[in-house]
């Protein structure tokens, strides 16, 4: 894959292939759902490299209790494009979509379940099922 990407601090090149082994400890910042600066290895901080831990916790307890995660920009409904219902997650992408009229690769998830919440966290969204009845 060929790609531009460089640290945000001191412009090192990010590895050629991003599911290497050399580009797992790259960490990026996020701010409204999209990364906005690559940080290296060597020019992480302590802080940098506690966020990304509490990050990681957070998608793993998240994936334990049954939440799924979905990497922004995404709108999550419980109706469909065709056939709108409450729109969970996703407002702020909807809106810069009409300002810039840009799409750029927004996903939808459609038909999510009544119930269902949709909880913004770094890089995307945690989709948390209804509870399912027991009986």
Excluded at 109 to 127: F, K, N, Y
Aim: glycine share 12%.
């Amino acid at each position: 894959m060929v790609h531009n990407l460089r640290c945000g601090r001191c412009g090192n090149d990010v590895p050629g292939d991003l599911t290497s082994p050399d580009a797992a400890d790259w960490n990026a910042q996020w701010e409204a759902g999209r990364a906005t600066r690559l940080i290296c290895p060597g020019c992480q901080t302590p802080a940098d490299s506690a966020a990304a831990e509490a990050n990681a916790a957070e998608l793993r307890v998240a994936a334990e209790d049954g939440a799924q995660f979905v990497a922004d920009p995404v709108i999550c409904m419980t109706g469909t494009m065709t056939d709108p219902g409450a729109i969970l997650y996703g407002h702020d992408h909807l809106r810069r979509v009409l300002r810039t009229g840009q799409v750029e690769s927004l996903g939808a998830i459609e038909g999510l379940p009544p119930g269902t919440r949709c909880v913004p966290t770094v890089g995307g969204v945690l989709i948390h099922p209804p509870p399912t009845k027991r009986g």
